[in-house]
Structures are given as structure tokens and as C-alpha cells.
């Protein structure tokens, strides 16, 4: 997957920092979005991110998702 990829989160996962349910357990399964960046390294260095994919779902809503919680639409 790359930057500009539309994508749905297709695994259950519980965010607590979407602006509408802040501090609250949401659930983002179905949601879709734009991957916005892919971390692959860090001032030149490679780097093994865990959450590897920057998703945009909204304009105050981005998340860090990884490849087996997301599939390309």
C-alpha cells in the first residue's frame, strides 16, 4: 500500500482519541480513509514501525494503523 491508497479498516480496533468520542472506546471497523504516510525510516535511518501506516479518516481524525487492520478499497 502507498500514500494516497484509499483504504477500510477491516479488523476490530479501539481507538480512545477520535475528536467525537474523546476519551471513550471507539471502534473504527468499517471506517474509510487515505493513508497519508508510511513510516519507513527516521532521519535517514530505517526504521521497524509497529503501526507503520498514518491514516487520515477525516480533517481532525488520523490514526497509525497496521497492514493486517487495513485492505486497500
Known amino acids: ?6 483504504i477500510r479498516v477491516k479488523e476490530s480496533v479501539i481507538v480512545y482519541h477520535h475528536p467525537e ?3 471513550q472506546p471507539f471502534d473504527i471497523k468499517g471506517l474509510e480513509g487515505e493513508i497519508v504516510s508510511v513510516l519507513l525510516e527516521w ?3 530505517p526504521v521497524s514501525a509497529n503501526y ?3 491514516v487520515q479518516f477525516g480533517p481532525k481524525f488520523r490514526t ?3 497492514d493486517f ?5
Open 1 to 6: 500500500m502507498q500514500v494516497g491508497d484509499r
Open 21 to 23: 468520542h474523546r476519551n
Open 43 to 45: 532521519q535517514g535511518r
Open 52 to 54: 507503520p501506516f498514518i
Open 64 to 66: 497509525h494503523l497496521n
Open 69 to 73: 487492520e487495513i485492505e486497500k478499497v
